[in-house]
């Protein structure tokens, strides 16, 4: 089994609809990150959490919220979509520590009509 | 702040062919410095990694030498396959204050038979 799972896969919903992308993890890690990707533009940090109590905002932070329900779970919202955030969207997490890598999920791909 | 530079793709090389993907950064102290690859439909992954200066990481016939007279963590490999075809991030984590990463902008490779 994955060791970073997201649901849903692929989404396409309508402009205005409220949408929660949701994953879990099972490496036992307390640090968990949304990403979202766009061509030419790479990775851009949406929110991470370092524990269940600890929400940070990333550098793209409007126009999403995020819950951390459990240590194992990260949960990204869009209240109400728009078309430009049509993307690709990764939940990555890690352990404490400079030297320690990130463990991506395999995205959801959101189409906002 | 950190950055992370790459140069921009595609890269396309035929099979066996010498492939170097040039990583520039900024940061301050001594970060890790990291190569993901982003196969297709897939999440990130991590390819190698480099926790000090003049270390080399190395996997699946990739290699990459921490400089940090430089501030290059160059991406190189031999011979290259149509199964290297994929996306190629440079990333690094500052040994200062909460260890977010921070990813270039990836660079797409294009291996022909």
């Known amino acids: 089994d994955a060791d970073v799972t997201q649901t849903p896969r692929n989404r396409i919903t309508k402009t205005g609809k409220r949408i929660m992308l949701e994953c879990s993890q099972t490496k036992g890690h307390d640090r968990m990150y949304w990403y979202r990707q766009d061509p030419g533009l790479g990775l851009r940090l949406i929110y991470y959490?370092?524990?269940?109590?600890?929400?940070n905002k990333g550098e793209i932070s409007d126009g999403y919220s995020v819950s951390r329900q459990a240590q194992a779970k990260f949960s990204l919202s869009l209240e109400s979509a728009i078309p430009n955030q049509t993307a690709l969207y990764f939940c990555a997490t890690s352990d404490l520590g400079q030297g320690n890598e990130q463990f991506f999920g395999p995205g959801t791909r959101l189409t906002v009509l | 702040g950190n950055s992370v530079t790459q140069m921009e793709g595609p890269v396309t090389l035929s099979e066996e062919a010498f492939l170097t993907i040039n990583c520039t950064y900024t940061a301050t102290g001594y970060p890790s410095l990291f190569w993901y690859v982003q196969y297709p439909g897939e999440g990130l992954q991590l390819l190698l990694k480099?926790?000090?200066?003049?270390d080399k990481g190395s996997n699946k016939g990739f290699e990459a030498t921490y400089r940090k007279e430089t501030t290059s963590f160059h991406l190189e490999k031999g011979s290259v396959q149509v199964s290297d075809s994929a996306v190629y991030f440079c990333a690094l984590r500052d040994a200062g204050g909460s260890y977010i990463p921070t990813f270039g902008r990836g660079t797409s490779l294009i291996v022909h038979p």
């Open positions: 959490s370092f524990d269940v109590k600890d929400i």
């Open positions: 480099a926790t000090k200066a003049d």
